[in-house]
């Protein structure tokens, strides 16, 4: 931790060294989901609501994606870059080094100017909590927090695979962009409004619906029963990076120097 907070204290300077740049582009990010959410606004003002989901009931499942999102894009950066470090020969110097590969990726590169989208995530958010009759307790404070907890887990094991597949591909994969743009854009809706092949993809395979809607249910009293695996199922989504970490360490052992 004492590494990883070098590379913070470092990237940050190094960003602030232009200030307006900096902040610009942190208000670029501030308005790009705004405009998103302000679509979902009108959305619900055309129609009402979206198979019995409300507008505010719909802008926490909002807030808690982008959040976790805003999140993972800003500390995980490193790996959404990494087709660089294997194109251009730089993860020879890494793997020299005497500290783990895992590490020295995410701290190769941190995009502070996220503070703009985390920004407005959290205004969102806290209007959605205090326009939804939710009757809060510690537990649903903490599951709260294990849902965004969870976001970042899953979107940084989209980015740890996404970079693994360079060790074969050498470029990086856009395909992958529909798994973290548009696992976003999917995850800012409850998954039951979706056919079912897809809230099962992205309950069973890539666990989105243990961010927003198991628990969702839970937080909104709407669960039929089983509490306990509503209030837990986010943990499942924090488990996701395990497989995606040992993935990442048989690419690794693959890796071939492009010899740049």
Not at 115 to 141: D, F, H, M, N
Not at 159 to 179: D, H, K, P, R, Y
Request: with cysteine; proline share 3%; glycine share 8%.
């Amino acid at each position: 931790m004492t590494l990883y907070t070098k590379y913070l204290k470092i990237l940050w300077k190094a960003q602030l060294q232009y200030r307006t740049s900096f902040w610009l582009l942190s208000l670029g990010q501030f308005f790009v989901p705004f405009s998103v959410f302000a679509g979902l606004y009108f959305l619900f003002e055309r129609f009402g609501q979206i198979k019995g989901w409300s507008f505010a009931e719909v802008a926490l499942c909002f807030a808690v994606i982008h959040m976790a999102f805003a999140i993972s894009e800003c500390f995980a950066r490193g790996f959404d870059a990494f087709s660089r470090l294997v194109r251009e020969g730089g993860f020879d110097r890494l793997l020299v080094r005497p500290r783990g590969t895992v590490i020295q990726v995410i701290g190769s590169q941190f995009e502070f100017t996220r503070v703009g989208r985390l920004l407005q995530s959290l205004i969102v958010l806290i209007w959605a909590i205090q326009a939804l009759p939710i009757e809060w307790t510690i537990v649903k404070g903490i599951t709260l927090l294990l849902m965004i907890g969870s976001g970042v887990c899953i979107f940084t094991g989209i980015f740890i695979l996404a970079a693994t597949f360079c060790f074969w591909t050498i470029q990086g994969i856009e395909v992958t962009n529909i798994f973290t743009d548009g696992g976003r854009e999917m995850a800012q809706y409850p998954l039951n409004i979706y056919q079912k092949w897809i809230s099962k993809f992205f309950t069973f395979v890539i666990p989105f619906g243990c961010v927003n809607y198991i628990p969702l249910l839970f937080l909104l009293d709407k669960n039929e029963g089983h509490a306990f695996l509503h209030m837990f199922a986010p943990v499942l989504g924090i488990l996701f990076i395990v497989p995606c970490l040992f993935v990442w360490k048989i690419g690794v052992r693959h890796y071939r120097s492009t010899g740049s």
